[in-house]
């Protein structure tokens, strides 16, 4: 079974998505929210993280990126934008969810 | 006061994730009382306070990014951002707000304040500042 990982930090100040990335089971999922969503944006330095973990699911917090500026088409490919609706469907279909700070 | 100083406020952090974006703004508007010769520096995640766009309707929060654009009426002259640190976030002076600036004695006016500089710029600026606030 799987879990879902929250990240709520700039990977550029803080290293917990780096850090998610590293310890997470295969077939896990994790979000991103607050300033965690810059890391979801396409052509920083942090952009090969996500693209080389192929085996976590990403998704990332509209409302968040909403507030930050940055518009759909600067998310990497494969993350899926949901609302806190989704937030909530995905904390349940999960076995626990687990905030990486 | 007579004396004027050289103040730079050094912003490296994003907006509203944690507080020190918005306590930098409070400070610079409240420091544009005392008629000193003010500039902004934004470096590392810095940068993100000056992208433009931003809605936080959905997120309950306050959207403050109004408020850099009226920095040039406080008497802010520069604005400066680290292009270094635009580029590890895939970011370009065309993703960032503008900021006009006007002199009301002399009228001299600047349509934009807001200036993308390297590295040894950012050095230098920072170095010959009397004082750093940072945030």
Known sequence: MADLYTVNKSPFEKNSLES??????????????????????????????????????????????????????????????????????LAVANDKVQAWL | MSDIKKFMYLNRRAPYGTIYAWESLEVVLIAAAFDQEVSLMFADDGVYQLVKGGDTSDSDMKNFMPTYRTLGDYGVRHMYVDQASLDARGLTTDDLIQVEWEDWETEEEVDNIVEAVDTDKVSELLAESEVVFSF
């Open chain 1, 20 to 89: 998610v990335i590293k310890f997470s089971t295969p077939g896990s999922a994790v979000l991103l929210i607050e300033d965690g969503v810059y890391g979801a944006t396409k052509g920083t330095t942090a952009e090969s993280m996500i693209t080389a973990a192929s085996d976590i699911k990403f998704y990332v917090l509209a409302s968040d990126l909403k507030a930050r500026g940055i518009s759909g088409d600067r998310i990497i490919d494969g993350i899926e934008s949901i609302d806190y609706a989704g937030f909530v469907d």
